[in-house]
């Protein structure tokens, strides 16, 4: 069912036109299946100044150009000329300045009552990517400022980042932003979406203890033959290198065995298993990514190793290289596997990591990490009653994952390997302006990336 107010926002404002060609399109004498087809495309509104469109769930969307809602503070110098690649859908009303600093006055007029939107911002840098780029902003009636350290790239080339959520109480909320960049940017405007509740999913590999249960429970009538061919090819030296000796009578209980993983020893200690796809991880012990005299070390029953590494002392390299265990022709993600003390509101900040290019060494890579989640600010009715949400966004690299086993995780790296003999060599730089006390390390886990 079209939700009653469309045709109250149609007869509101008249008819809205076609971005493509400019010419007005919809009736109320439409059908309501017309209607709905047309909205979930998008219309103007506002004289074109306010892009209106209806998402999967019939919940209405609104991005408010910046020729409606921005004030620059601190413009960029006339001589500096700046065409975005990036086509603006308000073309009539492009925002062509420049700047770092500005304020953002903005009042919806079309949401839907009653559901939890994140206001993203919609820009685009002038001088940079966004890897090492930094903006604060300040809501009107907030005593602190927040801090926006990524972005997403949507599919027109615009970068976009969520600043906030709230639940709407009705159709209209008029926020007033101001906003201080480290680099000279392009506003387009200021969108309005649902929030798409993203629920807390242990990552994929970590979920491998249940499908082992089913492997092993499913294909009873299947013979050794069957499980041999699930088995790596090199599997009899995989089973030499074990620090423990392993116990099996069937060739599927021997399976079960490389899937949960245990120590190997090749020139020192590592964590051999198999993903559900039959490829190999490998984790490398703390002691041996890290530089000893960087940290503190300790023995903790539920770590895999005998030592763990923590409270490191300010900036830390991490170097290694894999054994030639790894598959061919497989991506690999380097994850760091960590815990933080309870208290862990030193981590907020994310952290800058360098690594040098797998293709040459004279290039420079720089990226954040967060070691936790970053959050968002959930504007309520009266400024004391917001809160925090984490940030709406899905599973990407830099952002943390909570494994099975209560360890945390982030990826760091990824790289390709060519042949089952590659060695895989990991350098990373943490260039730490910030205390890490409360962080520790088991290892550095290199798996296929999901």
């Not at 798409?196 to 429970?217: A, C, F």
Request: some cysteine; proline content about 4%; glycine content about 4%.
């Amino acid at each position: 069912m079209l939700d009653s107010n469309i045709k109250d926002i149609i007869l509101e404002l008249g008819a809205p036109v076609c971005k493509e060609s400019g010419v007005q399109l919809i009736s109320v004498r439409r059908s309501e299946e017309e209607l709905k087809i047309l909205l979930s495309e998008g219309i103007f509104l506002n004289q074109g100044k306010t892009w209106f469109w209806l998402n999967k769930n019939g919940e209405h969307c609104e991005m408010i150009s910046a020729a409606e809602c921005f004030y620059p503070i601190t413009l960029a110098p006339h001589y500096i000329e700046f065409y975005a690649k990036e086509k603006s859908r308000f073309a009539e009303y492009m925002n062509t300045q420049i700047c770092s600093d500005f304020k953002i006055r903005v009042k919806t007029q079309f949401l839907s009552p009653h559901i939890t939107y994140a206001v993203n911002l919609v820009f685009c840098l002038y001088d940079s990517d966004f890897t090492n780029s930094r903006l604060n902003y300040i809501l009107t009636g907030e005593t602190e400022s927040s801090s926006l350290y990524l972005a997403d790239t949507r599919e027109d080339g615009w970068l976009t980042a969520e600043l906030y959520q709230f639940t709407s109480d009705n159709k209209i909320v008029d926020l007033q932003i101001t906003f201080k960049c480290w680099n000279k940017l392009l506003v387009e405007g200021i969108e309005f979406q649902p929030v798409e509740m993203i629920s807390q999913q242990i990552p994929e590999h970590q979920e491998l203890d249940d499908e082992r249960e089913v492997d092993m429970q499913e294909d009873m009538s299947h013979s050794d033959v069957y499980w041999k061919e699930k088995l790596p090819s090199d599997y009899e030296n995989i089973i030499k290198w074990s620090k423990d000796k392993l116990h099996w009578t069937t060739k599927k209980e021997l399976y079960s065995i490389l899937r949960k993983g245990f120590l190997i020893r090749i020139e020192g200690e590592e964590w051999f298993s198999l993903d559900k796809d039959g490829k190999k991880c490998i984790m490398l012990p703390a002691a041996v990514a890290l530089k000893r005299k960087k940290w503190s070390w300790r023995s903790l029953p539920e770590s895999r190793f005998e030592e763990m590494a923590f409270d490191p002392t300010w900036s830390f390299t991490i170097c290694c290289n894999t054994s030639h265990m790894l598959s061919s022709e497989t991506c690999y993600g380097a994850y760091l596997v960590y815990k933080l003390q309870e208290n862990h509101s030193g981590f907020k900040r994310p952290l800058i990591v360098t690594m040098t290019s797998h293709f040459s060494d004279t290039v420079v890579i720089s990226r954040y990490i967060y070691l936790v989640s970053p959050q968002t600010l959930v504007i309520r009715r009266k400024a004391y009653e917001n809160t925090h949400n984490p940030l709406n966004r899905p599973k990407i690299k830099g952002f943390p994952q909570k494994r099975k086993n209560g360890w945390m995780e982030v990826q760091i790296d990824e790289q390709l390997t060519q042949t089952p003999s590659t060695f895989v060599k990991l350098s990373v730089n943490f260039p730490i302006d910030q205390s890490l006390k409360g962080l520790s390390v088991q290892g550095i886990e290199f798996r296929p990336c999901n």
